[in-house]
């Protein structure tokens, strides 16, 4: 079973609309930390945002904020007021702690093509 | 200050040739990942270290594959006998702290591995 579902491979926004990338997660795992990334056409992989499995507020960070509902193991990401510079791939992540967990490192999505038209 | 470095940015090799790759973290971070992302896919897990050892190897493809970090900075992932299929994008990244936390992992560019 996949660890990490992006179920939209590519959209389109108008630049300044709010844009949610959807992702849900599975592990039995308590402790965990979910993550965005994006990704331009240059390829190299920005952090965004992080939440963890503990945390009592949803993440903010600018433009960015992350809607975590634990019971629907969720994490989508949202962008407000999209800006043509937001173009590229997003990936969400999960990072496992407890013995239920994966590898160390990062578990990927496959990835939602994000494109902001003006 | 600097962020992850990684050379050559591209490579292209010959099947059955030898290839290393190389990864400088940022400086002070004790925790160090190796990825591979194919073409329209997500990065996949190859290897972790903490500190000069690799923590976490689970990820390797297969014994072709082997990563050193000897002084417990840079890094090398070394690919022996290079199959087609190992084309993709190797990216690394570091994070401060290692072990049972969690902590941001900021990647590099990558180098593009071209298999021919």
């Known amino acids: 079973a996949q660890k990490i579902t992006q179920t939209q491979p590519g959209m389109f926004v108008q630049e300044k609309e709010a844009v949610t990338l959807d992702c849900t997660y599975d592990?039995?795992?308590?402790?965990?930390?979910l993550f965005w990334y994006k990704q331009p056409s240059s390829g190299e992989m920005i952090f965004l945002i992080y939440q963890g499995s503990y945390d009592q507020q949803n993440a903010t960070e600018g433009r960015y904020s992350l809607n975590f509902q634990k019971a629907r193991k969720s994490a989508n990401l949202v962008i407000s007021a999209s800006q043509l510079g937001d173009s590229a791939m997003y990936f969400c992540?999960?990072?496992?702690?407890?013995?239920?967990?994966?590898?160390?490192?990062?578990?990927f999505g496959k990835g939602t093509h994000l494109i902001i038209q003006p | 200050g600097a962020g992850v470095s990684q050379t050559p940015s591209n490579k292209v090799t010959e099947k059955g040739k030898y290839v290393e790759l190389r990864c400088d973290p940022i400086?002070?971070?004790?925790?160090l990942y190796w990825y591979r992302q194919s073409l329209g896919q997500g990065p996949e897990f190859l290897i972790y270290?903490?500190?000069?050892?690799?923590?976490?190897d689970s990820g390797l493809p297969n014994d072709r594959f082997f990563a050193v970090r000897p002084e417990g900075s840079v890094s090398t992932l070394k690919i022996q006998r290079t199959e087609r299929g190992d084309s993709a994008v190797y990216l690394c990244?570091?994070?401060?702290?290692?072990?049972?936390?969690?902590?941001?992992?900021?990647f590099g560019p990558g180098t593009r591995l071209t298999v021919l």
């Open positions: 592990t039995s795992d308590p402790s965990y930390g």
């Open positions: 992540a999960m990072r496992e702690v407890g013995s239920g967990g994966g590898a160390d490192g990062l578990t």
């Open positions: 990244a570091s994070s401060l702290i290692a072990g049972g936390q969690i902590d941001t992992q900021y």
């Open positions: 270290f903490q500190g000069t050892g690799a923590a976490d």
């Open positions: 400086s002070g971070h004790t925790a």
